[in-house]
């Protein structure tokens, strides 16, 4: 099946800085790539999504880009704020099917 | 609105009781999902169900069992609590087709003392 890896675990940024989380998948047959962030007591919610015919993809102060090749992807945000402290989780789902495989998750703290 | 509810918040049970967990969603989603979350490990699936009456092991079935006998409501069963139970417990849904985005509930936290 499909193996998840989220690095780093903790990363503590100063406000205005950029962060970066990166996770690589196993399985080539996958396609959908979404990221999710949990804030303190608050239920996972989707932030932004990538699929397999785009490398790059942009919201805003978010962005995911994807190596198909090389099998790994990467949440960007850029000018951190204090309201991006949580936990973002990566995942990866393949066409057939609606399986999610969860990283292990990135504790992000933003220092004001 | 996509809305996911859990039937609580908090739970707390004894060992060796039977606990049911429930889940209900209001978008008329085909796929639902019940993960655990723990420190360090993520979000692994249980059980999920692509339609009603159906049920797929996930990758931690084990202790658990799941009911769907209605479209927008999907039970998770611990038959037997145990210790090794207490976790966080999010049920999820989404719409059948390409994959796309899962929208979760708000959790329960159970407890097994």
């Known amino acids: 099946g499909e193996n998840v890896e989220q690095h780093p675990s903790t990363l503590s940024v100063q406000e205005g800085d950029s962060a970066v989380i990166k996770c690589t998948y196993s399985d080539s047959a996958s396609n959908y790539f979404p990221w999710y962030k949990q804030e303190l007591g608050k239920r996972p919610q989707l932030i932004i999504d990538?699929?397999?015919?785009?490398g790059e993809k942009k919201d805003q102060r978010i962005a995911v880009t994807l190596n198909k090749t090389a099998k790994h992807f990467s949440l960007h945000i850029t000018e951190t704020q204090p309201e991006d402290s949580a936990v973002y989780f990566c995942?990866?789902?393949?066409?057939?099917?609606?399986?999610?495989?969860f990283g292990t998750g990135t504790s992000l703290t933003v220092i004001p | 609105d996509v809305k996911v509810t859990q039937s609580s918040r908090y739970l707390v049970k004894r060992t060796g009781e039977k606990v049911f967990l429930e889940c209900v969603q209001d978008?008329?989603?085909?796929?639902m999902f019940w993960y655990r979350q723990d420190p360090g490990l993520g979000l692994r699936l249980i059980y999920f169900s692509y339609d009603v009456k159906m049920k797929e092991k996930g990758d931690i079935p084990e202790g658990y069992s799941v009911s769907r006998e209605k479209k927008e409501r999907f039970s998770l069963i611990l038959e037997s609590a145990s210790t090794n139970q207490t976790s966080m417990y999010l049920c999820?849904?989404?719409?059948?087709?390409?994959?796309?985005?899962?929208?979760f509930g708000p959790g329960t936290r159970l407890t097994v003392t």
């Open positions: 978008m008329d989603h085909e796929n």
């Open positions: 995942a990866a789902s393949r066409a057939t099917g609606n399986q999610f495989y």
């Open positions: 999820a849904s989404s719409f059948q087709g390409a994959p796309g985005e899962q929208y």
């Open positions: 990538i699929r397999s015919n785009v």
